[in-house]
């Protein structure tokens, strides 16, 4: 796999207050590997003392948002061999990432083409808003894995879909969720032709950039702080049966299984 490219732009016209940030690793997967985690989370820092922006987009490619965490990078393939308490230490990384787009005081939009899974999907519930191309799909494959869903995603998807579309799309996990269905369970807000997501999200961003900041913030944060008010304990919880749950040879013989492309066999332990 290449390194990650996030790539940061700032001041976009009309009003000056839009940003775009563009994930592209050049493979058409963008899977999350732990240099590309570190990479999206420190672009959402970056917008903490940024008081010009009042909008940020978040882009994948044409042909994929992001394949998911990186199962055959070496680095994500350690931690498994780590004992307990570093484990629940490199395990931070992902939650980390998505709590940092959670938490911007900009209204953040995201723009799907191609395929969003796993955790990719965990990047995208946590954004306030998701436009995708027809042809998107998604997927939460964790469970086929033998791991549960994690980092923070599992409440933010039932904020928006409920608990019987969040436990049918994280339980049936090879389930592919195309763009429609997607928009019929509020997993996302809108549905354009391929190739306008990131056009219909820039759209929306104008929208939203044209409203006076201080209340769009005030109210986004007031929104999210009701909303989520359980989510870190839910959070903490997740982590540890993660953590867990990667100990099991179930986690074991799903990720050999994924890897080698045949159908896993699960025993329960």
């Excluded at 009003?15 to 590309?36: E, H, K, T, W, Y």
């Excluded at 931070?92 to 005081?105: K, S, V």
Aim: with cysteine; hydrophobic share 45%.
């Amino acid at each position: 796999m290449s390194e990650p490219s996030v790539r940061i732009e700032k001041g976009l016209e009309p009003q000056g207050r839009i940003a775009v940030v563009r994930f592209d690793r050049g493979d058409n997967i963008n899977a999350l590997s732990m240099a590309a985690i570190r990479a999206l989370t420190d672009a959402a820092r970056s917008f903490e003392d940024d008081v010009d922006t009042s909008v940020v987009v978040l882009t994948g490619t044409a042909r994929a948002f992001s394949a998911g965490f990186d199962l055959k990078e070496p680095a994500g393939k350690a931690r498994g061999t780590l004992p307990l308490g570093q484990r629940r230490i490199a395990l931070r990384n992902g939650p980390r990432l998505a709590r940092a787009w959670y938490e911007m005081d900009q209204v953040t939009i995201c723009a799907i083409e191609g395929h969003c899974i796993g955790g990719g999907v965990a990047l995208a519930v946590a954004l306030d808003f998701r436009f995708c191309g027809r042809s998107a799909h998604f997927r939460v494959p964790e469970i086929e894995l033998g791991m549960n869903m994690t980092w923070g995603s599992v409440p933010r998807m039932l904020q928006l879909m409920g608990p019987a579309r969040t436990k049918q799309a994280v339980i049936l996990a090879s389930d592919r969720i195309s763009a429609a269905e997607a928009y019929d369970w509020r997993l996302v807000e809108k549905v354009v032709d391929d190739g306008q997501a990131f056009a219909a999200a820039m759209a929306f961003a104008e929208r939203i950039a044209a409203q006076p900041p201080i209340p769009v913030q005030m109210t986004k944060q007031t929104v999210n702080r009701l909303a989520g008010a359980l989510d870190d304990l839910a959070s903490q919880m997740e982590m540890d049966q993660f953590a867990l749950a990667t100990a099991s040879d179930d986690h074991r013989e799903g990720v050999e299984a994924f890897i080698a492309k045949r159908k896993p066999v699960f025993r329960g332990r």
